[in-house]
């Protein structure tokens, strides 16, 4: 027997938003910065101080107000200010309670996300915080050198820059020449090539560079990218062409240019032990090369910190098992303890944690267009009609005993025969089906048949729940009678993770959560893509395949649609965007960035406007202007034939002239 958590908490009285924030994880997950307030509403807290929120449903409907529709990507500038200062903080409590001397610097790759607005914040912070950027590749070099030009304040020169990823001759000459401009940059050596180049490099300049080794580690990492660590991974430099480095570097007396020794342990790191296995090993590594004359000051230990997802706490894919105030204290006990031991100074700490940094920052709102769902109530009276039409009147078919059986089994359904109530609705519905296919039953008694099953089905889960326990044959009952709820977005755009390599992402309801969540839902996007939904969701390492959702209200009048009902996916600012593709030229959502006042008030610092249909048609290589061109001329030959009027005409190249210039989302 499994319990049902969820349904069962539906029948226990009178519903609050504290009973919503339990029922979605908010408190988990959000860690502070995402809460439900009075009115049923989700909010952020920037700071994590309750006196300062954000109503995100008031935030959406001054959007609409503006003539901002969703879907919307909400960035809160104020999280990343305090994320990166909570991190800071961590690392800076745990050298002082353990006595540490060597200094730590976050540095932030720029590939979890490389938008100009998310940079130049962090290049902004990382004077005053003493931390730094990474760069993987040739674009994100220019970027991040340019980055660190106007990051402003006394500090530009020391700020750290790392350059990881693959490296050509044009690559490290370019750092050797922002070597010599001062700024203090760090080619990490990935393959053996790469440091003959910088050799030749600094001897052709003059400079004495800063030189970064990879190592690659017996220790491997945890969860989806364990890979990338190990002795196995794509990057780095096996322990005995890291002596070979040293032997080369002191041929060119330049081993005291060995300034930074680098590991990676893998992304979404969620087992604290793990990554302390490879510190420490790291560590011993750091002081040998010490002991063999390396002028070594920074240890990088790279990326990793996860992001508690799914707010279990545990070591789990979607979770991690470790805080950033544990993971620093982890960190900094491991090296010194090590460093101590082989009387070694203590080395700059140096850690690339972009995940951690950024994930919390932004809010994807997305508006919900309508639902497919089957009816738990069956019409009984107009059931028995159909079947009393399909016996009279000389029908040459007689009304299938498939049928009688699922109405009798609706009909007598009681809490004392669940089960058999199930098996016989199943073996009726697989003989209807049979009979069907044969030819021996009319489309109305299959009609029937369908709605007398998926009726059946509702009606074991509404006694089920009743007793708090889930037969495990009726465990797939629910995803089976799951709606689907047809939302204004597209999964490969804005949550690619989760369509590639199944990453969880918290969603739920922005508003209405002080109301019962009566229905059972996945999620579909407006992409022609089977794949394009979402049916795992997070609730505490258990598998679950639907959200709680409320039932949707239609406005009044015909083919009005239903009243706006928003939904948020949560914790977005990690790879998303810059993962993001043009799945049927569906291109970038709007991006609005929030911040808060003194007083607790926010305000919209900036507004990045999505892609148009005519920008991502730019894309794909079409000239908007030849696409106008040639429906003017065929519109132009309607009219002459008579197919068109010239109004119809008119209005016919208007709408495709604004839908070229309009979202490429549906903005109904």
């Known amino acids: 027997m499994a319990t049902i958590t969820t349904r069962s908490a539906f029948i226990h009285g009178q519903w609050s938003t504290a009973d919503s924030a339990q029922l979605y994880g908010i408190p988990d997950w959000g860690k502070g910065y995402v809460g439900v307030n009075s009115l049923g509403n989700v909010t952020v807290m920037p700071t994590k101080e309750p006196g300062k929120q954000v ?127 001062g700024r203090n940059i760090i080619p990490v050596v990935e393959k053996w090539t790469e440091l003959e180049l910088i050799v030749k490099h600094a001897k052709q300049y003059g400079i004495r560079p800063k030189i970064g080794l990879r190592v690659k580690l017996s220790s491997k990492g945890a969860g989806r990218w364990e890979s990338s660590a190990g002795v196995r991974s794509k990057f780095g430099l096996f322990v005995s062409e890291l002596l070979q480095a040293v032997e080369y570097l002191k041929k ?20 604290i032990r793990v990554f302390k296995n490879a510190v420490n090993e790291l560590s011993h590594i750091y002081c040998e090369l010490v002991r063999l004359g390396a002028g070594l000051q920074y240890l990088d230990i790279g990326g990793g ?10 070591a789990w ?45 932004s809010v994807l709102i997305m508006d919900v267009l309508g ?18 039409e399909e016996a009279s009147n000389g029908n040459e078919r007689e009304v299938p005993q498939p049928v009688l059986d699922l109405l009798d089994a609706y009909k007598n359904l009681t809490e004392r025969n669940l089960m058999e109530a199930y098996h016989d609705a199943t073996q009726a519905r697989d003989e209807a089906m049979s009979l069907f296919g044969l030819g021996y039953m009319s489309l109305p008694m299959r009609s029937v048949a369908e709605q007398l099953f998926w009726a059946i089905g509702h009606k074991l889960l509404e006694k089920a729940a009743k007793k708090g326990e889930l037969p495990d044959e009726f465990e797939n009952l629910p995803e089976l009678l799951s709606d689907i709820y047809f939302c204004n977005f597209s999964l490969f755009q804005s949550m690619p993770d989760s369509w590639a390599i199944d990453q969880l992402f918290p969603i739920c309801p922005i508003h209405r959560l002080g109301e019962q969540p009566m229905r059972q839902a996945i999620l579909a996007d407006i992409t022609c893509d089977s794949d394009g939904k979402i049916d795992h969701f997070v609730d505490k390492r258990e ?122 989302y549906l903005e109904g």
């Open 543 to 664: 598998d679950k395949k639907t959200l709680e959702l409320h039932d949707l209200r239609d406005l009044p009048g015909e083919g009005k649609g239903c009243e706006p009902y928003y939904l948020g996916v949560f914790l977005l600012g990690a790879y998303q965007e810059i993962l993001g593709d043009l799945h049927n030229l569906l291109g970038d959502t709007h991006a609005v960035h929030i911040s808060i006042d003194d007083q607790g008030e926010w305000e919209i610092e900036d507004v990045i406007e999505g892609d148009t249909v005519e920008e991502v048609l730019k894309y794909v290589q079409y000239d908007p202007e030849d696409l106008k061109r040639a429906m003017r001329k065929d519109i132009e030959a309607a009219c002459k034939q008579g197919r068109l009027t010239l109004i119809e005409g008119k209005s016919l190249l208007k709408y495709y002239d604004d839908g070229l210039e309009g979202y490429t």
């Open 252 to 271: 060119h007396d330049m081993l005291d240019c060995l300034n930074l020794l680098h590991c990676h342990v893998g992304s979404q790191l969620y087992d």
């Open 55 to 181: 109503d995100l449903a008031e935030v959406i409907q001054g959007l609409k107000d503006r003539g901002i529709h969703t879907p919307v990507l909400l960035r809160f500038n104020d999280i990343l200010n305090h994320r990166l200062r909570e991190i800071r903080k961590a690392f800076d409590d745990a050298m002082k309670e353990q006595s540490y001397t060597g200094g730590y610097s976050c540095v932030y790759p720029i590939k979890v996300n490389q938008q100009r607005h998310i940079c130049e914040q962090i290049a902004s912070l990382a004077v005053e915080l003493d931390f730094g950027l990474e760069a993987g590749s040739k674009p994100e070099l220019l970027a991040v050198l340019g980055l660190s030009a106007s990051a402003g304040g006394p500090g530009v020169n020391g700020m750290p820059i790392i350059c990881n990823g693959f490296k050509d001759d044009e690559f490290i000459e370019t750092v050797t020449l922002a070597t010599k401009l």
């Open 317 to 361: 894919s979607s979770s991690i098992n470790y805080t950033v105030a544990e993971y620093a204290q982890d960190v900094v006990y491991r090296i010194k303890s090590v460093c101590d031991s082989a009387k070694v100074a203590h080395p700059r700490i140096v850690s690339e944690s972009g995940r951690a940094m950024v994930a919390y920052g």
């Open 305 to 314: 910190m996860g992001v508690d997802y799914d707010g279990s706490q545990s």
């Open 371 to 388: 639902s497919s769902k089957f009816e738990a109530s069956p019409d009984l009276v107009n059931i028995e009609k159909l079947i009393k």
